[in-house]
T-cell receptor, first 114, second 108 residues
Framework: KAGVTQTPRYLIKTRGQQVTLSCSPI?????VSWYQQTPGQGLQFLFE???????NKGNFPGRFSGRQFSNSRSEMNVSTLELGDSALYLC?????????????FGPGTRLTVL | KNEVEQSPQNLTAQEGEFITINCSYS?????LHWLQQHPGGGIVSLFM???GKKKHGRLIATINIQEKHSSLHITASHPRDSAVYIC??????????FGGGTRVLVKP
C-alpha cells in the first residue's frame, strides 16, 4: 500500500497570504489528523477529520481550517499568514477514530513565511 | 507543567550500549505512542500501547498505567538508531499530546 502523501513538500509564502496544504491518506483509512511542528512549541495537534466531519480541534486560531473530502483526502488552509506560522505541517492517517488507532504519518510540508 | 514530560532531552551513547528514554504524563489516557523522527522530518510510529510491554526487534516499550509512566528501551544500540524519539498520549479520538522529544545520538 502506498503511504501517506502530502503536497507540496516545501512552500514559501509572505505574510498576509493564505496557503492550502493537501494530504492523501493510506487507502482505506478514513481518519486524517493534522499537526504543526515548530522548534519552540514542538508538535501540536491541529484537528482531526473522520468521514468528512471534524472530530477534534486543537488550540489554534480560526485562521487555521481544514476539510475532508469523500475520498478521505484532506486539506488544511491557513489564512492571513504570520511569521509564526512557519513550521513543518504533518498529517497522519488511521483506519478509525476510536481511541486505539495507530497513526501513519506523511513526510510533512515545510512552510516558510517571509 | 507540560502534560507529557520526557527525559532526558538529549542522550549520547556508544554503539552497543543499552538506552532508556522515559515518559511521564499527567492526564488520563487511552493509549501511549512512541514515535521516531529522523532528520528531514519523517515520523514513524514505533509502538502504541495501553498496558504492559511490547517488543519489536531491539526496541522494547513498557507502560505503567498506575504510575503514568512509560519507557522506551533500545538494546544493542546502533548509529542508525540516531533520531529524535517522541512520546505521545492519546485520549479523545486521534488527538495526540506530545512530549518534547529525546534526541539520541549513537556513536560508532
Amino acid at each position: 500500500k502506498a503511504g501517506v502523501t502530502q503536497t507540496p513538500r516545501y512552500l514559501i509564502k509572505t505574510r498576509g497570504q493564505q496557503v492550502t496544504l493537501s494530504c492523501s491518506p493510506i487507502s482505506g483509512h478514513r481518519s486524517v489528523s493534522w499537526y504543526q511542528q515548530t522548534p519552540g512549541q514542538g508538535l501540536q495537534f491541529l484537528f482531526e477529520y473522520f468521514s468528512e466531519t471534524q472530530r477534534n480541534k486543537g488550540n489554534f486560531p480560526g485562521r487555521f481550517s481544514g476539510r475532508q473530502f469523500s475520498n478521505s483526502r484532506s486539506e488544511m488552509n491557513v489564512s492571513t499568514l504570520e511569521l509564526g506560522d512557519s513550521a513543518l505541517y504533518l498529517c497522519a492517517s488511521s483506519f478509525g477514530s476510536n481511541r486505539y488507532n495507530e497513526q501513519f504519518f506523511g513526510p510533512g510540508t515545510r512552510l516558510t513565511v517571509l | 507543567k507540560n502534560e507529557v514530560e520526557q527525559s532526558p532531552q538529549n542522550l549520547t551513547a556508544q554503539e552497543g550500549e543499552f538506552i532508556t528514554i522515559n515518559c511521564s504524563y499527567s492526564v488520563g489516557i487511552s493509549a501511549l505512542h512512541w514515535l521516531q523522527q529522523h532528520p528531514g522530518g519523517g515520523i514513524v510510529s514505533l509502538f502504541m500501547l495501553s498496558s504492559g510491554k511490547k517488543k519489536h526487534g531491539r526496541l522494547i516499550a513498557t507502560i505503567n498505567i498506575q504510575e503514568k509512566h512509560s519507557s522506551l528501551h533500545i538494546t544493542a544500540s546502533h548509529p542508525r538508531d540516531s533520531a529524535v524519539y517522541i512520546c505521545a498520549v492519546g485520549a479523545a479520538g486521534n488527538k495526540l499530546t506530545f512530549g518534547g522529544g529525546t534526541r539520541v545520538l549513537v556513536k560508532p
